[in-house]
């Protein structure tokens, strides 16, 4: 039964993609139409300067998981944050969630803005 339910997870797992993307493939990839671009910074750094069109869910914020069960799992989520470190983190729990392509921006905001 152990190997049944090990099977499925790693399955599960396969079905799910997690990318981290320089750049320029990055800024590529955010001007297609179908695409969720988020900034898991907290308001104040999303204020001081974001990446155009995207949404700001704060990764420490108490309505995190709230806030990304209204977006589309079978959609792309680019997601970003200062230096990488909580959108890797915000991934690993979009992937727990069920999202199917997640893509970080290399280096976060600081690595964007240079």
């Not at 999303?46 to 589309?72: C, M, P, R």
């Not at 991934?91 to 240079?114: A, C, R, V």
């Amino acid at each position: 039964m152990a190997l049944i339910g090990s099977l499925f997870l790693a399955n599960a797992q396969q079905n799910t993609q997690f990318k981290v993307l320089d750049v320029q493939t990055f800024n590529d990839s955010i001007q297609q139409k179908k695409i969720q671009l988020i900034d898991v910074r907290t308001p104040q750094e999303f204020n001081s300067g974001h990446i155009e069109g995207a949404k700001n869910i704060d990764f420490y914020s108490k309505t995190f998981n709230v806030e990304f069960s209204k977006l589309e799992k079978e959609q792309p989520v680019y997601l970003y944050c200062k230096s990488g470190n909580r959108s890797r983190l915000a991934g690993n729990k979009l992937m727990d969630l069920g999202f199917k392509q997640i893509y970080d921006l290399e280096g976060g905001y600081l690595n964007w803005s240079n």
